[in-house]
């Protein structure tokens, strides 16, 4: 077992271990030299295949349409394959539920490397393709953070899924 430097009380196996390291790799490779063109573009590739298992997995997707905040929050987790402990509910009304996720984040442990600032590469990245997934539940979904409260310049990165009525 080996101690896992963003989690110090956990232990995880070697092979997540190596696993994780490849996924963080991987996305370096990805992030490296990006501009934001090429960042729009990585994100309409990530769109794609948002959607591509939206179709393939939702008919296993437990869904209450009176609670649409919830089963948007329920997808949101389910798609990162996260648990509400990595993304706590932090406060929530009929509108809008806010979450601090602390799960394990592959473009965070690029951005560190390449010394990338995350604001500017999740804004452009993620929240275009995580809104669109949650349209496909409610078409008045909308997925947005709070760029003031992102990490690594905070302990998490303070994200909403916001229901417009209007």
């Given at each position: 077992m080996?101690?896992?430097?963003?989690?110090?009380?956990?232990?995880i196996?070697?092979?997540?271990?190596?696993?994780?390291?490849?996924?963080?790799?991987?996305?370096?490779?990805?992030?490296?030299?990006?501009?934001q063109?090429?960042?729009?573009?990585?994100?309409?590739?990530m769109?794609?295949?948002r959607?591509?298992?939206?179709?393939?997995?939702?008919?296993l997707?437990?869904?209450?349409?009176?609670?649409?905040?919830?089963?948007?929050?329920?997808?949101?987790?389910?798609?990162?394959?996260i648990?509400?402990?990595?993304?706590?509910?932090?406060?929530?009304?009929?509108?809008?539920?806010?979450?601090?996720s602390?799960?394990?984040?592959?473009?965070?442990?690029?951005?560190k490397?390449?010394?990338?600032?995350?604001?500017?590469?999740?804004r452009?990245l993620?929240?275009?393709p995580?809104?669109?997934?949650?349209?496909?539940?409610?078409?008045?979904?909308?997925?947005?953070?709070?760029?003031?409260?992102?990490?690594?310049?905070?302990?998490?990165?303070?994200?909403?899924?916001?229901?417009?009525?209007?």
């Amino acid at each position: 077992m080996i101690f896992c430097h963003k989690y110090p009380v956990t232990m995880i196996h070697p092979a997540e271990y190596m696993h994780l390291a490849t996924v963080v790799r991987n996305e370096i490779v990805r992030l490296r030299g990006s501009d934001q063109n090429r960042l729009e573009e990585m994100a309409q590739e990530m769109l794609a295949r948002r959607l591509g298992w939206y179709s393939e997995y939702q008919s296993l997707l437990k869904t209450d349409k009176k609670d649409v905040l919830n089963s948007a929050y329920q997808l949101f987790l389910n798609k990162l394959g996260i648990t509400a402990a990595d993304a706590p509910v932090v406060s929530r009304d009929e509108k809008i539920l806010v979450l601090h996720s602390r799960n394990f984040c592959p473009t965070l442990e690029a951005c560190k490397i390449l010394n990338l600032d995350t604001r500017f590469v999740c804004r452009h990245l993620s929240e275009i393709p995580t809104t669109a997934l949650l349209r496909q539940y409610h078409p008045k979904l909308r997925f947005t953070r709070n760029y003031d409260k992102l990490r690594p310049y905070t302990p998490y990165c303070e994200e909403m899924i916001i229901l417009d009525e209007s």
